[in-house]
């Protein structure tokens, strides 16, 4: 079908619920509407006027899609879920930032600092809350938490005792950082929290939890 030039926009509605459009400087009033039927029912709807993007934010569909009304949890699981959040409730995230923390940390979330290797968890609270409170024995404040957990939120999901307490004795035995410099340190740099391999210059493929990126 031909259209004709007069048209200065195309706003196009797909039935899935995506929606696409284009802007430029000014919106047409009253613009008309033409319904084009496309192949396999997708309806398409021309608008006339102005080219106004509506695509939503990459930063919008990430926290949309931590929402736990979009996890696929049980019953019982949401409860669980919805309990450990309450082990974040002191650093006043928002809901979807405590979701988006949680299901990064718990393989809900994609991240590549896993690749593909973490498995999807639902956290508890005593979980949650045993990390943070060993991250609290590090000299670290609840304000140095709430900026450690926007920037590293997998820490939750490392292991207390294989990683976490490891690491931050490696930390002290080898390069003698411990008290305000090991603070300083997570601060910078939390990932090193995480590691899990040290590759000695023979790459592993798992660089992002690497020693050799300390």
Not at 48 to 57: E, H, K, M, Q, V
Not at 130 to 143: A, G, P, Q, T
Not at 164 to 177: A, C, Q
């Given at each position: ?43 398409l ?16 569909g ?23 959040r309450?082990?974040?409730?002191v ?68 292991s ?53 990126r300390?």
């Amino acid at each position: 079908m031909m259209l004709g030039k007069s048209l200065h926009s195309l706003l196009l509605v797909i039935n899935s619920g995506t929606r696409f459009c284009f802007s430029a400087p000014e919106i047409a009033t009253a613009a008309p509407v033409v319904n084009v039927n496309l192949s396999n029912d997708i309806p398409l709807y021309v608008v006339r006027g102005a080219w106004t993007s509506i695509l939503p934010s990459k930063k919008w569909g990430l926290l949309s899609t931590t929402q736990t009304e979009n996890l696929t949890l049980s019953d019982e699981e949401r409860k669980t879920w919805d309990a450990s959040r309450q082990a974040l409730s002191v650093f006043n995230f928002s809901a979807d930032e405590e979701n988006k923390i949680l299901g990064k940390a718990f393989g809900q979330i994609h991240s590549p600092y896993w690749g593909e290797e973490r498995k999807k968890e639902v956290p508890t609270y005593e979980l949650v809350n045993e990390i943070l409170d060993y991250l609290r024995s590090l000299s670290l404040s609840d304000d140095d938490l709430s900026k450690l957990l926007k920037k590293f939120p997998e820490v939750l999901g490392c292991s207390p005792e294989h990683e976490l307490r490891t690491n931050v004795k490696v930390l002290e035995t080898e390069w003698g950082i411990k008290g305000k410099s090991l603070r300083n340190l997570l601060l910078r740099n939390p990932k090193v929290l995480g590691y899990n391999v040290d590759c000695k210059g023979d790459c592993m493929a798992q660089c992002t939890r690497c020693w050799v990126r300390f």
